[in-house]
């Protein structure tokens, strides 16, 4: 199927301004098609002169005229006339014939899609004819308010120029909506608007009043007042926000509505969201709470850190001493995880910035004083979550610290390239140093690493039992060392 930004690229004649309009249109058309209970086209005129269908609009408050996706379909050349007469008119026009769709009949209305002096396309808006046959209130409000914000779409007056929407307003027509008069007098509130305002503590009818003095009847001294509540209880601009009464927080969104002259009313949207802000705060504490964890936790192991330094300091035996710098160093690279998952919101880490830093951290204890070793990558680790992140970078900090220790111990100067391939979960990195190599044996015809401290043993486990991979030593073609990891992450997404 045919995607919008593909078909609008398509179009010669548009300017970013055209394109712009048009995804504000279809950002913001499923009100209207709510509404109006009714299925909205998009078509645009190709470069050849030929009109296809670039986007369409389901309505959630029926059934749909239409189940399959048509975006990207021609249309037919015996409705092409008509729909080139819709494309010159002036305003809004209705089809002479009813159309059959299935067992359907269906009325078609044509809206011009105008953007400035331009008219960039046609909305078509396909109503059910059966569905007009046992409307009550609801219905007839509804698809009243609903024509007039389809005809403000051939003004140029819809979508709206400068509205600042917030990204948390959510609210749909099926979950409450109030009709305003010029003035902003409630003409109608459906059913869900007014549970709504009973929630946050209304108890007088609402039509045949103000708006705007319902919503601040509900306001009590010391609570938080949105600067953009006067705009949406008067229904004069295009603007949301959430008012919050009662232990009760509803989001409102208004829509000014306009003839040919003047604002004539405003439809307004309103959501009951108490129990969506409420969890959203929980998962904010939890949130936080898991970050003050990860903060404490990375705290007590520098304070362990600390504590090893100090006893390494004290002990008079060189090999005791280094034993505990070496406990240290690792002590130190868990922290360094933790201390990067304390400032996320979830248990995910880029690690390629974590592991830069505790890679520059391995390499300056190890190295002396007058030696200059060099670390270089090729690829990205990606983003991480912390229980892949710590056992992953003390396998590669011990790498890192072999080599330096090893590879490097009669030189002055080193480089060591990392190189990481991902796809999903599996990950490959290969580790190679231009020292001077290591003693190898030859074992099932690969060659393996003949170390057997602790740091390689870290390695061996870390990386077959926790990735279930494996690792291969082997000398380099620069007469190094270089070491292949292949794993699986455990918990990272595919």
Not at 23 to 38: E, I, M, P, R, T
Not at 315 to 339: G, S
Request: with cysteine; charged share 25%.
């Amino acid at each position: 199927m045919a995607d919008f930004d593909e078909i609008l690229s398509t179009q010669s004649d548009f300017d970013a301004g055209d394109r712009e309009w048009l995804h504000l249109l279809v950002a913001d058309w499923q009100v209207v098609a709510d509404l109006c209970f009714s299925d909205l086209l998009l078509i645009l005129r190709r470069d050849d002169g030929k009109f296809i269908v670039a986007e369409q609009c389901r309505p959630s408050t029926m059934m749909t005229l239409r189940s399959e996706d048509v975006v990207g379909q021609e249309v037919p050349l015996e409705k092409a006339s008509e729909v080139e007469r819709a494309f010159r008119a002036n305003g809004v026009t209705t089809s002479q014939v009813l159309e059959k769709m299935g067992n359907n009949t269906v009325c078609n209305v044509f809206a011009p899609v105008r953007c400035g002096s331009k008219t960039l396309g046609l909305v078509v808006r396909e109503t059910n004819m059966s569905t007009r046959e046992s409307n009550g209130r609801y219905e007839n409000e509804s698809i009243n308010a609903g024509k007039k914000l389809y005809d403000m779409i051939a003004r140029g007056q819809f979508p709206y120029h400068d509205a600042l929407m917030s990204q948390r307003h959510n609210a749909r027509v099926s979950d409450g909506f109030v009709v305003l008069s010029t003035e902003g007098v409630i003409d109608y509130a459906s059913p869900n608007a007014i549970s709504c305002f009973r929630r946050l503590g209304a108890l007088t009818d609402m039509e045949r009043h103000f708006l705007s003095e319902v919503g601040t009847k509900l306001i009590h001294r010391g609570d938080p007042v949105p600067d953009e509540l006067p705009d949406v209880l008067s229904g004069k601009m295009a603007a949301d926000c959430e008012l919050d009464a009662n232990n009760s927080m509803v989001s409102m969104r208004s829509l000014p509505l306009y003839d040919d002259e003047q604002r004539i009313g405003a439809i307004v949207l309103c959501r009951d969201v108490t129990e969506l802000r409420r969890r959203e705060q929980e998962l904010q504490t939890k949130d936080a709470t898991i970050s003050e964890i990860h903060h404490r936790v990375k705290n007590n192991l520098q304070t362990v850190s600390a504590l090893l330094r100090l006893q390494a300091r004290k002990t008079k035996l060189p090999e005791v001493k280094v034993e505990l710098k070496e406990a240290e160093r690792r002590v130190q690279t868990i922290a360094r995880v933790h201390e990067g998952l304390s400032k996320t919101v979830d248990e995910i880490v880029d690690f390629d910035d974590v592991i830069s830093g505790l890679l520059k951290m391995s390499v300056d204890v190890a190295t002396l004083n007058d030696q200059h070793i060099n670390i270089h990558y090729i690829g990205k680790f990606g983003m991480m979550p912390a229980q892949d992140a710590t056992p992953l970078s003390l396998v590669l900090t011990e790498l890192i610290t072999n080599a330096v220790e090893h590879g490097f111990e009669s030189r002055k100067d080193g480089n060591i390239t990392i190189s990481v391939g991902r796809s999903g979960k599996h990950l490959n990195v290969v580790v190679e140093d231009d020292g001077s190599g290591i003693d190898t044996e030859e074992q099932g015809g690969q060659a393996r690493s003949s170390g057997s401290g602790l740091g390689t043993q870290i390695i061996n486990t870390f990386v077959t039992n926790d990735f279930g991979g494996t690792v291969r030593w082997e000398p380099s073609r620069e007469g190094g060392t270089r070491v292949i990891l292949d794993m699986k992450l455990r918990a990272a997404q595919d």
